[in-house]
């Protein structure tokens, strides 16, 4: 049991010193470029859902939203775990063979991150911080993510299809609520 709680401390602090590095992704979905490609670059997955570790990336990223008290700090990586789970299903469909069930797990769980963020953001406006920064860096992971949808919903199975039109319906409902954000 001793092991088991210094194997479990030891991850944590080795992940939670990387946790705010972004390292880019370049995967990509469609064999040609989208004609609206955005520069925004999404975060480096690191650990799959499928690796057996993944349950203790996931408790190190609750642990670490649970004590990051500023509202805009806690959007910025709440982004950051929606943009990680976005990564994380184009790498899992990139895999051979494709793993297009957990991808549209992955999908619907970095949206919820996603809306958590917006979340962050309107309390932050509301306690009366700046947050024309925020904004514009969630609006750019928001267009972001529609590319990928978009691309992901052109190539992913039929099956999973649905679940990536309802994500990307989530993600224009996101651009209403951004936009009420900016006007403000």
Do not use: C, W
């Amino acid at each position: 049991m001793k092991k088991v709680i210094v194997f479990v401390a030891l991850f944590l602090f080795v992940t939670a010193q990387n946790v705010f590095a972004q390292t880019p992704i370049s995967l990509s979905i469609t064999p040609t470029p989208a004609p609206t490609t955005t520069q925004y670059q999404l975060a480096y997955p690191g650990i799959l859902p499928d690796s057996p570790l993944y349950p203790l990336k996931a408790i190190r990223d609750r642990i670490v939203l649970f004590f990051i008290n500023d509202p805009a700090e806690k959007a910025k990586f709440e982004l950051l775990v929606a943009d990680k789970h976005l990564s994380a299903a184009i790498s899992l469909l990139a895999e051979r063979p494709p793993k297009p069930a957990l991808a549209q797990s992955s999908v619907a769980k970095g949206e919820n991150y996603f809306e958590d963020a917006i979340s962050s953001a309107k309390l932050a406006k509301s306690n009366g911080q700046n947050i024309g920064t925020l904004v514009d860096i969630l609006s750019s992971s928001l267009d972001k993510h529609t590319q990928v949808l978009t691309g992901m919903e052109e190539t992913i199975a039929p099956p999973y299809k649905d679940s990536i039109v309802k994500s990307l319906s989530r993600v224009m409902q996101f651009r209403e609520i951004l936009m009420t954000l900016r006007t403000k």
